[in-house]
Every structure is written in structure tokens, then in C-alpha cells.
């Protein structure tokens, strides 16, 4: 280990000199020779900010930051990745998110000094310019900022959360006050909610739909034990029901694709001999479970359960209603309907 113990004893000294280190006074060091600690230093320049500077027609090198500084200073990729996801959330109207990370951006940036911005300016700017988060097709629904500060100040502060709530079915808002057990973002916002005095289970309110929210004067936070993602994985998303044994059967020809997707968190895939798959997991959510199958259309067999049987049929009969008025041409194709067969 002779040679990394020199390495980093180099980087240290070049961390450590004010004034800086010429190659001689670094191969001096080192006891090595002025090629060797030439090569160290090339090495040293590739992962740390290794100054040049010249004294009386010699070249001298130092490491200006702490050696701390180094390993938590971001990279482009990670900033423009960052700033991706802004852009990405605003676009969607996910404008609570997207002022949080903004915010975590400025911060980023500010920490920067200005020799650090320089180097990071164009590398940031060309990756920038080329990456965008994807805005797919879904719901626009804007929540007030101040909205999640609140519910997150309520989680902090064990303390439950109060607000006027309004519905498709029931526009007029009513008053609520919950015990907040968690927040779950996506396409929609929600807060996960308990009724005090309650052996109820948590239930979704969308924060879009919520109105004058406040942290409330009553105690009120999720146990020690509760466990958010084992909630979420009982469901398909964010539709509630009994829970069901889902067997999907993948003919050969779709095999491939099946094993690199996921259709739920506890799936088990099971490999059989004319190479097809059967996949197996347990989840509720049972319509939204059907909706996303309809991408799989010819793909795979829905083996079980029977109510999932149902819901599609109930599915692909609410979807021929958006077929033109007296269109009685065959939904499917013979060569297609053969293949489904």
C-alpha cells in the first residue's frame, strides 16, 4: 500500500501548504522522482481543484478548499438534475414541490463561491439545457404552498391538522381535523389523515381540495410503529378495497418485457416451462389495478382474482361508450382476436 500511502500524503500536503508546492518539493516529500510526483499530481488534479500558481517561473500547486469542502461540493449532473426536477414539477402545476426544491436549488447554488460557479457554469448550463422531467397526461390540480408548510409543521410538532374540505360529490366544504400520518406525492398530493378518537383507517384527502389549513391545538401524530410504505404497498394506488390474490399469466412473447416491469412491490414472478411467466402479488385497488392492465391489452391473462375479471369487463365496457355512434366495426382484429385466444 506504499503508493496510496504516498498518494494521499501528497494531497494532504497540498491541502495543508499556503503557499503551495513545486514539483521538486513534492517529489523531495515523497521521496520519489520529479516524473513520479508529476504523475501523482495529474492524478490528484482529476478529483480535486488543484491551483496553479506561479512564483518566479515555477509553477507551484496547492488545494485551496478543506478536504471536506471536496466531497460535498455537487457536480453539474446532480445540480442539473436538480433543476430538472423544478422544472419538470412546475410544468405539471405541482407548484407547493416545485418551490420547495427551487428552494433547495438557490440554496445549492448560494453555498457556491464565485471560482466554484465558474467551473460549474458550463457543464451546468449544456446539461441543463438538454434534460427535462417528463410531464405525462393526469390531472391538474394546484396546491397553495403554504398548505404543505402547514401539514409539515403539524407532523413536526405532533400536533393535528385542521381545514375545510370539499368533494366532487359534496362541493360544499366541511370542516375536518385529523391526525396527519403522512404525505404522499405524485401526479395528485395527498395527505394521509386519521380522525382522532378513531379506530378508523387512515384515509386520502387531496390537499388541492382543502382550504384554510391550520395546525390545530390538538396532539395528534402517527405511532412509532407506523410503517407508511407497508400501507401504501396494501394498494394498488390510491383506491381502497379489500384486498385480493392477483395471478397474472405473461405468454413467452410478452415474457421479457414482464420480468423488467414492476405491477406491484411485492410481486413474485414465477417462470414456467414453455417460457411464460405467472406473476403473483396481493393488493387492493382493484379498478385502478384494471386500468393499468388495459397497456398489457393482448399481452397477458388475468387468472385471478374474479373481481378483477369483473372490473375489466365493467372497464372495457365504460371504454367502447367513447367509440362514435354506430361504429359496429369489431374491437378486435381476427389475426388479433386469434392471438388473444
Known amino acids: 500500500m506504499a503508493k496510496l500511502d504516498r498518494l494521499l500524503a501528497l494531497v494532504h500536503a497540498l491541502s495543508e501548504a499556503t503557499d503551495g508546492l513545486t514539483l521538486d518539493e513534492m517529489a523531495e516529500r515523497l521521496g520519489v522522482n520529479r516524473r513520479t510526483a ?4 495529474d492524478i490528484i488534479s482529476h478529483h480535486f481543484d488543484l491551483d496553479e500558481v506561479v512564483d518566479d517561473r515555477r509553477k507551484r500547486f496547492l488545494i ?3 478536504l471536506r469542502r471536496v466531497y460535498t461540493r455537487p457536480t453539474p449532473a446532480e445540480v442539473a438534475a436538480l433543476q430538472a426536477e423544478v422544472d419538470g414539477r412546475t410544468l405539471a402545476g405541482q407548484n407547493a414541490r416545485a418551490e420547495q426544491l427551487a ?4 440554496k445549492v447554488k448560494g453555498a457556491l463561491d464565485d471560482r466554484e460557479k465558474r467551473r460549474l457554469d458550463p457543464d451546468l448550463d449544456a446539461l441543463a439545457r438538454l434534460q427535462r422531467t417528463m410531464v405525462v397526461a393526469g390531472p391538474i390540480a394546484t396546491v397553495a404552498p403554504e398548505t404543505v408548510a402547514t401539514i409539515q409543521r403539524a407532523i413536526l410538532c ?7 374540505y370539499a368533494t366532487d360529490k359534496r362541493p360544499e366544504p366541511r370542516w375536518r381535523r385529523v391526525i396527519p400520518y403522512g ?3 405524485g401526479p395528485l398530493t395527498y395527505l394521509l389523515g386519521k ?3 378513531r379506530e378508523d383507517q387512515p384515509v386520502y384527502f387531496r390537499l388541492d381540495r382543502m382550504s384554510g389549513a391550520m395546525v390545530s391545538d390538538t396532539i395528534g401524530c402517527a405511532p412509532d410503529d407506523w410503517d407508511i410504505d407497508a400501507w401504501l404497498a396494501d394498494s394498488f394506488a390510491v383506491w381502497r378495497d379489500e384486498k385480493q390474490d392477483v395471478v397474472l399469466l405473461v405468454p413467452r412473447s410478452s415474457a421479457d418485457r414482464a420480468r423488467h416491469w414492476r405491477f406491484h412491490g411485492q410481486q413474485q414472478i414465477e417462470d414456467l416451462g414453455d417460457g411464460g411467466l405467472r406473476v403473483r402479488f396481493t393488493t387492493g385497488g382493484m379498478r385502478e389495478l384494471a386500468e393499468h392492465l388495459f397497456t398489457w391489452g393482448g399481452e397477458l391473462v388475468i387468472e385471478g382474482p374474479d373481481v378483477l375479471v369483473a372490473v375489466m369487463r365493467e372497464r372495457i365496457a365504460a371504454a367502447t361508450m367513447m367509440l362514435p355512434t354506430g361504429d359496429m366495426r369489431p374491437i378486435l382484429s381476427q389475426d388479433t382476436a386469434k392471438g388473444a385466444s
Open 158 to 164: 405532533g400536533q393535528c391538522v385542521e381545514f375545510h
Open 64 to 66: 485551496r478548499d478543506s
Open 195 to 197: 380522525m382522532p378518537g
Open 38 to 41: 508529476e504523475r501523482m499530481r
Open 103 to 106: 428552494s433547495l436549488l438557490a
Open 183 to 185: 404525505l404522499v406525492h
